[in-house]
């Protein structure tokens, strides 16, 4: 990321998203999200990111529950 006109990859928006949804997304990269990244792109991934986690959510429930029975 040394070019100002390189965009945000997808590793560093998978990146980015994880670490924005656990709080721990530094300033500088809050700051290059905002001016090199895709809105689009984040919300996407951010959606994507949170059904997946939800989905895996109601998965570790429902196998803990069924190991109770």
Known sequence: MNDK??????????????????????????????NKGNIWA????GAVFTVIFVFLIILAVKLSLSQVN
């Open 5 to 34: 006109n390189n965009k945000v990859g997808f590793w560093g928006m998978a990146g980015s998203i994880l670490a924005a949804a656990f709080g721990v997304q530094s300033d500088k990269n809050r700051q290059r999200d905002f």
């Open 42 to 45: 984040f919300v996407i991934g």
